[in-house]
Each structure stands twice: as structure tokens, then as C-alpha cells.
């Protein structure tokens, strides 16, 4: 098995940001409020060496990257602690992972990116929103709060990039997998009910905010498509029905277990 840890690399807007740190801190044992909701905690008993990541909330692929960069180069104590590592990502994560290997060539540093959920061929909800509320982006970048990261999310954007990316990423070693999440509408988060729909008409099969292709990215990558939403992948119940059952408990068993099997098989490639 790989002696690599694993990095936990979140999405756009980790919600975990807005609780206070004494009840929700980064690589803590208790990560029950944590994005990653008990996940780096399951690994971790497991036997595995497990980190989790923090950048900017709402940021550009660009500037999350290159803190995703310092992130690993710290965990890894200039990687002289471990030389490489093993990234899973959830949605956005996944692209600032892809970034930062090209922009940084981190490719030698990094044995493996398992996305979860990302939108690598960019989601037409995001293109939505910032067609529609494109001016609170502006409006609160002007007050200091930065969430011009959507526009690296729609499907123009991650053309343009995929095209950039392509060359780089067939040759340069790193092992890619990915994870694409697919429900039914009413067991999808409340909220996401309507990007569902626009995304289902659009794109086919979804999680409520990527599709099936999208996080799929190329069929050769392709893992597996789970029974969750986008927000069930990464540890959270919210109600209905998830990874085969409508039971909370059931339910966050076996995220954690499919974390664990996905983490056994990208270690021990």
C-alpha cells in the first residue's frame, strides 16, 4: 500500500468556514461540522494518514490552486515528510487540484486526483446564476467578499481550460479518477430542486449541481456513480433517500465506507 497520505481538498463555498474554530477546526479528530463531515476521521482510524485542505471561499481557480499548492507543501513539511501525496476532491476542489498540477508542476509530487462531484466540463447552473446575479459578484467584490469563483464553474470556462490542461494532463504520470453523484429530484437537497431540473433537461443525470457527464469527465476515469446528491458526497444527510437507504444512521456508514474503499484503492496504486 502507498506510505502517501491523502489531502481533502473542498469546494467553492465550504460552509464549515462560517462556524466558529473552536467547534470546527481543520484536521481535528471531531470533524462533525466539518465539510468533509466525519470523513478524515473515518480514514484515520482506519489506519490511514489523512489531511484536510483550506482555501479561499468563493475564489478564482487561479488563486485557490496556488494556495492548494502551500497547503500540500506544508502538510508535507516540503515534502521531506512524504514526497508525494494523494488528493481527493469534492467539486470545485477537483479543478483547483487539476490547476495546480499543470500551473505548479506538481505532477511528480502528486500520485493520484480522485474528484468527487466536480464539474470538470463546467455546470450550466453556474452560467445561470451569474447571468442572473452577476452583479452581487461585482458588488461584493467591492466589499471585500470575493465570490468570483462561479465564473471558473460554467461550461465556457472549463472549455477553455480543458483545452489548455489536455496535453499536460495525458502525459504527466498522475493517476485521475473520478466519482460522479446521480437521485432522483425528490431526494435532492430542497435547495438544489431547481438547478436539478434545468441541469436535467440540459445535461441528463445529476446531483443537484453537476451532471453525470461533467463529473465524469472522460469514461476512463470513471469510478463509479454513487447514490448521492452533491451534498450527501461529502458525509451530510439531508433527508430522503441516500446511498440505498432512508436511514441518517445507514446512510453516514456508508459514505464513510465508499470514502474508505476509494481511499484502500487510490493507495494502493
Not at 470533524?31 to 466525519?38: I, M
Not at 469527465?217 to 440505498?244: P, T
Amino acid at each position: 500500500m502507498s506510505p502517501y497520505p491523502i489531502i481533502l481538498a473542498h469546494g467553492i463555498y465550504p460552509f464549515h468556514f462560517l462556524f466558529p474554530r473552536f467547534l470546527c477546526k481543520d484536521n481535528d479528530p471531531n470533524d462533525n461540522l466539518h465539510y468533509f463531515r466525519g470523513i478524515r476521521s473515518a480514514l484515520e482510524r482506519a489506519g490511514l494518514v489523512a489531511f484536510h485542505s483550506r482555501v479561499s471561499w468563493g475564489a478564482r481557480v487561479e488563486k485557490r490552486a496556488s494556495e492548494l499548492k502551500d497547503n500540500i507543501v506544508r502538510l508535507t513539511e516540503g515534502f521531506k515528510k512524504w514526497p508525494r501525496v494523494h488528493i481527493i476532491a469534492h467539486s470545485m476542489g477537483g479543478l483547483d487540484a487539476r490547476w495546480m498540477i499543470y500551473r505548479y508542476k506538481m505532477h511528480k509530487r502528486i500520485a493520484s486526483l480522485t474528484t468527487i462531484g466536480t464539474p470538470h466540463l463546467g455546470s450550466p447552473e453556474a452560467a445561470r446564476r451569474l447571468g442572473r446575479l452577476g452583479w452581487i459578484v461585482a458588488l461584493c467584490g467591492k466589499i471585500g467578499l470575493d465570490l468570483s469563483g462561479a465564473m471558473d464553474l460554467t461550461p465556457r470556462a472549463c472549455n477553455c481550460r480543458n483545452k489548455i490542461l489536455e496535453p499536460f494532463e495525458q502525459a504527466n504520470g498522475v493517476i485521475y479518477r473520478t466519482v460522479a453523484g446521480c437521485q432522483s429530484r425528490e431526494h435532492i437537497f430542497l435547495l438544489a430542486r431547481k438547478s436539478y431540473a434545468l441541469i436535467q433537461q440540459r445535461e441528463g443525470d445529476n446531483d443537484g449541481l453537476v451532471s453525470v457527464r461533467s463529473a465524469m469527465w472522460k469514461k476512463e476515469y470513471l469510478v463509479d456513480v454513487i447514490d448521492a446528491d452533491h451534498l450527501n458526497q461529502i458525509g451530510w444527510w439531508d433527508g430522503g433517500r441516500a446511498m440505498g437507504t432512508s436511514d441518517r444512521k445507514v446512510f453516514e456508514q456508508r459514505i464513510k465506507e465508499f470514502y474508505l474503499t476509494l481511499a484502500r484503492n487510490t493507495l494502493a496504486s
